[in-house]
């Protein structure tokens, strides 16, 4: 009788299990101490998995996070402690981005606002569009203008980079689109017209379809998708269907192209031969936005921000199947996931491949949302909205996570952290800030823009946040 | 009145003489030494009615070969507009706001030194004898300490009047003003903006204290409606404005935001 009353005192027990987010069964149950920490359940867990390398996990039970120890999670959840418990565990990234903390650099050079900025995939090019009919490449290492690129007559609205980096492509708001070689500065091919309006959006063939990067394609205000061959400089296939301005396009890892309009429907279409393959359809006003889980992995293509960026193997072949190996690893367990941010300020996630019914109406904002991202891992999503807020959403079931408070105007762009633990966001207050998406709480507050923030992006090696917006300037930020 | 288009009909059965294209040509040639024959032989009104219509015709042809002129010219370059939008506002009617965002040192300096770039830099003096009226106390109307203020002021939330022996300074409820209209000089739009307090009336600093508002007094109004920013990203909300008017004389104050 005494010996039991000890034991309970020192060690209390419990009959756990680790299980994947997909509901993978990870080795045998097993007897843990309730007082086992996050620390310690790491270690087990990378024990099971019988990893090589130490990677860092989060555990959950009943979705509830594991912070210090297993009693306390359990104290909240009050589960019965008879039967066999299951943690589950999430993979985090190996690496850390750091917080960006200050501007490095402002670079001056835009003749009017600055109204679009990207990195490359490869993250060692950055390109900027502007009002000034100019599409400019900077140098990152010296943060100073590289080329200057002339050629259209208005706006540049929208640039993409291909994901090999090796093209950029850029649409004015007179509808011509002109493709541009980043080494050079120098215009490939002739000017693409077709488009009778401006160019709302661009997006290119995932590397994994194609590693040579050819076609990529437009979306308009004139209503009209069109696929372009960027090698023979014209247009494959227009996809007409939509009865108002186009306002997003994606194109998605596995044949589909996703179009957002105004005339408040998702349309998905097959990217080979342009037939719709589903209307979605529930948002009451425009569709502003749409983002995919795999949109991360889509964009860098066949780099690896783990590994050192020049270490890029010449063999195609050979990086088409790591592009597309890890395109599987993100989108085998739930799919493609499709979630689009509406005027009538709800968004809806979508299982396009699958069914042309929502999987679930995220509601919440006060404003139309302007700007929804996947985290790159996928598992959290964020909405900006004109309501001055960032709200959080869990990407797998929509429940909402947290708001995020401080801007006091409304938010423009908001831009993940290669390791999904960090987001910034442009505001048109001028600010750009610092979010960090474990505490959900404000990191850093990086004033420094004179007026409104157009467009920021977070480089895919993670080192560096650009911004640029009415005031002209385009800003580095950097820890 | 010939009856058919007989002279078509010949020109067409037989042609034109063969001299007629020289002869055309010459009387082309002469033509400009006619004119100038008439215009220099030409006396008194018909000279000047003559000079008047040639004068016209001069005119026109001018006109004319401009056009042309511009016509082959055309197509070199629109002009890009100005104020470039990213996509996601273009369809949405953004209105162009100035923005304050200014340098928040300066402004610190400038507020230190008292000093502002003003709209109206000279103001008229206000006599202590014209804001200020006597007003007669005492069983016999004998004694004169207190005053009475005859110009609109304002008067913050939480005031309470004195007993009347103690008040020396009236301030008449029907001349206490809350808001103002303020023009914002580069919106060139007016707001309907309350009052947060009297900065610097420049006739004397003792008016300053009372929050009398006269024409050219500085007045710091709450403009957190049009949700100004400054370059940090906080919201601005007290910014000093000037009066344009004679709020006693109007009954309402128009003033002009220091920007």
Known sequence: ??????????????????????????????????????????????AILQQTDQVPFKFFVNENEITSNLQETLKLTQIN????????YQHQAVFKVRPVTRCTA????????????????????????????????????????????????????????????????????NGNIIIWDPETGKQLGKTLSGHKQWITSLSWEPYHQNPDCRLFASASKDTDIKIWDSVLCQCVLTIAGHMKSVTMIKWGGQGLIYSASQDRTVKVWRASDGILCRTLEGHGHWVNTLALNTDYILRIGAFDPVKDSN??????????????????????????????????????????????????????????VNDVKFSPDGRILASASFDKSIKLWDAKTGKFMHTLRGHVQAVYMVAFSADSRLMVSGSSDSTIKLWNLQTGKLEIDLPGHADEVYAVD????????????????LRLWQN | MPQNEYIERHRKLHGRRLDYE???RKREAREPHKRAETARSLRGIKAKLFNKERRNEKIQMKKKIKAHEEKKTKNVSEKVAEGALPVYLLDRDVKSRAKVLSNMIKQKRKEKAGKWDVPIPKVRAQADAEVLKIVKSGKTKRKAWKRMVTKVTFVGEGFTRKPP???????????????????????????????????????????????????????????????????????????????????????????????
Not at chain 1, 138 to 157: A, F
Not at chain 1, 458 to 473: N, Q, R
Not at chain 2, 239 to 253: F, L, R, S, W
Request: aromatic fraction near 6%.
């Open chain 2, 22 to 24: 020289e002869r055309k």
């Open chain 1, 311 to 368: 270490k890029g193997t010449n063999d195609k072949k050979k990086s088409q199947e790591f592009a597309l190996q890890r395109f599987k690893g993100v989108s085998e367990p739930i799919g493609e996931r499709l979630v689009s941010g509406s005027d009538d300020f709800t968004l809806f996630l979508w299982d396009p491949s699958k069914d042309k019914k929502p999987l679930a109406r995220l509601t919440g904002h006060q404003q139309l």
């Open chain 1, 1 to 46: 009788m005494e010996n039991n009353i000890e034991t309970e005192d020192t060690t209390k027990r419990l009959l756990c299990r680790f299980i994947s987010e997909n509901g993978e069964i990870a080795g045998e149950s097993i007897d843990l101490p309730l007082n086992c920490t996050v620390h310690q359940l790491a270690l087990i867990c990378n």
């Open chain 1, 458 to 473: 977070w480089s895919t090696d993670g080192l560096k946040v650009v911004s640029g917006g009415k005031d002209k300037v």
């Open chain 1, 81 to 88: 402690t008879e039967g066999v418990t299951d943690i589950v």
């Open chain 1, 106 to 173: 402002s670079m001056p050079g835009h003749a009017e606002a600055v109204i679009s900025v990207s990195f490359s995939p490869d993250g060692k090019h950055l390109a900027s569009g502007s009002g000034d009919t100019t599409v400019r490449f900077w140098d990152i290492d010296t943060q100073s203008p590289l080329y200057t690129c002339q050629g259209h007559k208005n706006w540049v609205l929208c640039i993409a980079w291909a994901p090999d980096s090796s093209k950029l492509v850029s649409g004015c708001k």
């Open chain 2, 165 to 259: 022996k103690f008040e020396r300074f009236i301030r008449p409820m029907a001349l206490r003003f809350k808001t103002a209209h303020v023009t914002h000089p580069e919106l060139k739009a007016t707001f309907h903006l309350p009052i947060i307090g009297v900065k610097k009336n420049p006739s004397s600093p003792m008016f300053t204290s009372l929050g009398v508002i006269t024409k050219g007094t500085v007045i710091e109004v709450n403009i957190s409606e049009l949700a100004l920013v400054t370059q940090t990203g906080k919201v601005v909300w007290g910014k000093y404005a000037q009066v344009t008017n004679n709020p006693e004389n109007d009954g309402c104050i128009n003033a002009v935001l220091l920007v």
